[in-house]
């Protein structure tokens, strides 16, 4: 997409799976140089010039499990809190989250959203999947570990694959809307990639299935970690020779097909559009900017 960045992707950290599979070496990193990404529960905390607040370890919970992000340019190593309160919590994105998403430069952004679907997977996964045992935090966070050693079984943070799709139509676009969206807004069509199912399937079947829409060429445009709380989209464009629409509304309140200048309008912000664009940090909105790019 044109060297384009979008949100959440590009960290400079370096993971160093070296380092993060060494205790010693692990432990070597958390001294006074260390940084500590400063969270409230799973939102970003920002510092007076409008990034990511950072402290020591000093000032992390005693009671904390500390996770590894990763190193500096300079090798400081980062590490952020599994607070003793978010165990078992659930914490969906706020308004206070995305106001402060739009202060965040790029690298912040990167940071922040890994750090954010690692922590709040360590909160949700206390007990074993296998067994039911309670697990402990192995290579810097990467991994957690039964701790019944009957069992030993290790868990890895995962990442669920949601392909997210244009459908065009000689030179139109399928765009729809959930309940949930602010008034006027459309987005692209997205779903989760099923066991056994390959992205394309994915598309085919999530589109047919939302919108009555038979689709073929799928071609893969972009990608974009999101972590609310831990997905992969896939950004795809598809072509379909027959428009009619069969909206099933258990999933979408509406879906809607908008010529090239409609889409352009919205993306403009113009007040005029028929619709209001997704928002800058979405890899929905990169979709629609490529699209009109072409």
């Given at each position: 997409m044109n060297g384009t960045t979008i949100a959440f992707a590009g960290s400079a950290l370096d993971r160093a799976d070296h380092v993060r599979s060494d205790p010693e070496k692990l432990a070597g990193l958390m001294n006074w140089r260390a940084r500590l990404l400063r969270l409230d529960g799973l939102d970003p905390v920002i510092s007076r010039d409008g990034g990511l607040d950072w402290g020591t370890l000093a000032d992390a919970d005693p009671q904390a499990e500390l996770v590894f992000l990763g190193l500096t340019e300079d090798g400081r190593g980062c590490f952020a809190e599994v607070a003793p309160r978010l165990v078992g919590s659930v914490a969906p994105p706020n308004p206070r989250l995305w106001q402060a998403m739009t202060m965040l430069g790029s690298q912040d952004l990167a940071i922040y959203g890994g750090a954010r679907s690692l922590v709040d997977w360590h909160a949700r996964h206390r007990f074993c999947a296998r067994c039911g045992q309670a697990t402990a935090l192995a290579k810097g966070g990467w991994q957690r570990s039964c701790t019944n050693a009957a069992c030993k079984a290790e868990h890895f943070p995962r990442v669920d694959p949601v392909t997210i799709m244009l459908v065009e139509h000689q030179g139109n676009l399928l765009l729809g809307r959930q309940p949930r969206f602010?008034?006027?807004?459309?987005?692209?069509?997205?779903?989760?990639?099923?066991?056994?199912?390959?992205?394309?399937?994915?598309v085919a079947r999530e589109v047919q299935e939302e919108a009555g829409v038979v689709v073929r060429d799928v071609t893969?445009?972009?990608?974009?970690?999101?972590?609310?709380?831990s997905s992969l989209m896939i950004?795809?464009?598809?072509?379909?020779?027959?428009?009619?629409?069969?909206?099933?509304t258990t999933e979408l309140e509406e879906a809607r097909w908008f010529t090239c200048a409609e889409v352009r309008a919205a993306l403009d912000g113009d007040e005029a559009?028929?619709?209001?664009?997704?928002p800058p940090h979405a890899v929905a909105r990169h979709l629609l900017e490529w699209w009109i790019a072409r």
């Amino acid at each position: 997409m044109n060297g384009t960045t979008i949100a959440f992707a590009g960290s400079a950290l370096d993971r160093a799976d070296h380092v993060r599979s060494d205790p010693e070496k692990l432990a070597g990193l958390m001294n006074w140089r260390a940084r500590l990404l400063r969270l409230d529960g799973l939102d970003p905390v920002i510092s007076r010039d409008g990034g990511l607040d950072w402290g020591t370890l000093a000032d992390a919970d005693p009671q904390a499990e500390l996770v590894f992000l990763g190193l500096t340019e300079d090798g400081r190593g980062c590490f952020a809190e599994v607070a003793p309160r978010l165990v078992g919590s659930v914490a969906p994105p706020n308004p206070r989250l995305w106001q402060a998403m739009t202060m965040l430069g790029s690298q912040d952004l990167a940071i922040y959203g890994g750090a954010r679907s690692l922590v709040d997977w360590h909160a949700r996964h206390r007990f074993c999947a296998r067994c039911g045992q309670a697990t402990a935090l192995a290579k810097g966070g990467w991994q957690r570990s039964c701790t019944n050693a009957a069992c030993k079984a290790e868990h890895f943070p995962r990442v669920d694959p949601v392909t997210i799709m244009l459908v065009e139509h000689q030179g139109n676009l399928l765009l729809g809307r959930q309940p949930r969206f602010p008034p006027r807004r459309f987005s692209a069509l997205a779903g989760f990639v099923e066991p056994g199912e390959s992205i394309e399937g994915a598309v085919a079947r999530e589109v047919q299935e939302e919108a009555g829409v038979v689709v073929r060429d799928v071609t893969y445009v972009a990608s974009q970690p999101w972590p609310f709380p831990s997905s992969l989209m896939i950004g795809c464009h598809s072509l379909t020779d027959d428009p009619t629409l069969t909206v099933d509304t258990t999933e979408l309140e509406e879906a809607r097909w908008f010529t090239c200048a409609e889409v352009r309008a919205a993306l403009d912000g113009d007040e005029a559009a028929p619709f209001i664009a997704p928002p800058p940090h979405a890899v929905a909105r990169h979709l629609l900017e490529w699209w009109i790019a072409r």
